[in-house]
């Protein structure tokens, strides 16, 4: 870990591979992906590197002096994004992650790469804007996942965009307590397999 106190900073280019190595260290549960997967990669492929580069202007990292070492990505409009996915994300990367019917854990979350419309709900339409944050552990409980968390809700009201939503696994308990503290709620929508939870871009 660096001496040098982190700071919050604009996303760029040559974060891209640290950006993808803490989304596999954060993958499973806000735990290590790499001792569950035989490929880890495909969760920065389906959970961090369409959004950087789709919509880099809403992708901010924390900076340790040597690298990123924790992010937040996300877009200010789900059904444009959506479309944007299934147009040229995911052509781009079916060929290294073909759809499967297998049982592996990742064939589960290559499923989820090829169906981009689980992300529409009708509950979540007064929530259009949705994001993903990651911190490497040994960075969390200082403050940073709150600054990145205010530094985006700005990027989106900047951008007349009134409320974010995430979506999250239910056993994450550590996430969940993270998010209640900065303001989010509950949504109600109909997926057992995933919590949702919104509020305003507005920062106090």
């Not at 992300?119 to 709150?146: K, S, T």
């Not at 109600?188 to 305003?200: H, I, K, N």
């Amino acid at each position: 870990m660096s001496t040098v106190e982190p700071l919050i900073r604009p996303y760029g280019d040559a974060d891209l591979d640290a950006v993808r190595d803490i989304c596999i260290r954060t993958g499973h549960e806000g735990g290590d992906a790499r001792p569950l997967y035989p490929d880890p990669t495909i969760f920065p492929t389906a959970f961090s590197d369409p959004y950087v580069a789709f919509e880099p202007e809403l992708a901010y990292v924390v900076d340790d002096g040597e690298r990123a070492v924790g992010y937040i990505v996300g877009t200010a409009d789900t059904r444009a994004f959506v479309k944007r996915y299934r147009g040229e994300w995911l052509p781009s990367v079916a060929d290294r992650w073909p759809l499967t019917d297998g049982t592996s854990r990742t064939d589960g979350l290559v499923r989820l790469l090829h169906d981009p419309e689980r992300m529409l709900h009708p509950e979540l339409d007064e929530y259009p804007a949705h994001l993903h944050i990651d911190l490497l552990p040994e960075y969390q409980g200082r403050g940073l996942g709150r600054a990145l968390m205010a530094r985006f809700l700005r990027a989106l009201a900047a951008q007349d965009v009134l409320a974010v939503h995430l979506g999250m696994v239910p056993t994450n308990t550590a996430a969940r307590a993270f998010y209640d503290r900065l303001g989010f709620h509950e949504i109600a929508v109909p997926d057992p397999s995933t919590t949702y939870l919104g509020r305003s871009t507005v920062v106090g």
